[in-house]
């Protein structure tokens, strides 16, 4: 039983740089999150999806903000044009239709630093 | 303004002891979803406990359990016996309305420290 699994785990780059997360959620979850989460705060709702379509989007999902999930298995978050302020880590989220409290669970992040 | 509040400092608990950890949360619905999550240095968010808004019982899971008091709005984390392992940051987080929302909100964390 594997969890959600994201990569990479950590990514320096430099400003301006695009760059793009992959998140594989737990193989029989229908819905999958994206959060932010920065030094000192808890995380933040980017986006959700069910199967493949993208149903919410936060406002903090600025236009050089795109998140994918084709054929409703894995996601990938591209930021494009990278700016000091998207140092953040990026948290993907699973979580079934069913069961107590729809419980959300989450990989383990990737950490972006932008130089 | 802030959904949930978690204001406690960094605590230092001794090994074995129980530790509680504070939230508050604001909300004007009836039906809502209570959460709590570890985050070890690592970063992964870990999920330990939750708790309905209509759920008569506290929760409890394994070592965890969830002191919900709903007149008062709060959701303390107990966390029994600690051990190392437990060292943390802890994370409240709510989802309100509970149907038809697909949001956690997350209050700042509370940090723990499990000394031998």
């Known amino acids: 039983d594997t969890g959600v699994s994201q990569n990479p785990r950590h990514k320096i780059t430099k400003r301006g740089q695009n760059v793009t997360f992959r998140c594989d959620p737990i193989?029989?979850?229908?819905?999958l999150y994206w959060y932010r989460q920065t030094l000192g705060q808890g995380p933040e709702f980017l986006t959700y999806?069910?199967?493949?379509?993208?149903?919410?989007k936060s406002r903090l999902l600025s236009d050089r903000f795109s998140a994918e999930r084709p054929k409703g298995s894995f996601s990938t978050l591209e930021i494009q044009r990278t700016e000091q302020g998207d140092s953040a880590m990026y948290l993907c989220?699973?979580?079934?239709?069913?069961?107590?409290?729809?419980?959300?669970?989450f990989g383990e992040g990737s950490w972006l630093t932008v130089v | 303004a802030q959904k949930i509040t978690q204001t406690q400092p960094g605590m230092f608990v001794q090994e074995k002891e129980a530790v509680t950890l504070d939230c508050t949360y604001d909300?004007?619905?009836?039906?809502?979803?209570l959460f709590w999550y570890k985050q070890p240095s690592s970063g992964e968010m870990i999920f330990l406990i939750y708790?309905?808004?209509?759920?008569?019982q506290n929760a409890t899971e394994g070592r965890y359990s969830l002191n919900f008091q709903k007149a008062r709005k709060s959701a303390n984390l107990v966390i029994s016996a600690s051990q190392l392992g437990d060292s943390a940051m802890y994370f409240c987080?709510?989802?309100?309305?509970?149907?038809?929302?697909?949001?956690?909100?997350f209050g700042k964390g509370n940090q723990v420290v499990v000394i031998p």
């Open positions: 989220a699973s979580s079934p239709d069913r069961g107590p409290g729809n419980t959300i669970y």
């Open positions: 193989s029989e979850h229908n819905r």
């Open positions: 999806f069910q199967n493949e379509a993208q149903l919410e």
């Open positions: 909300t004007s619905d009836q039906s809502y979803g």
């Open positions: 708790q309905g808004s209509y759920d008569e």
């Open positions: 987080a709510m989802r309100e309305p509970y149907y038809g929302n697909n949001r956690l909100a």
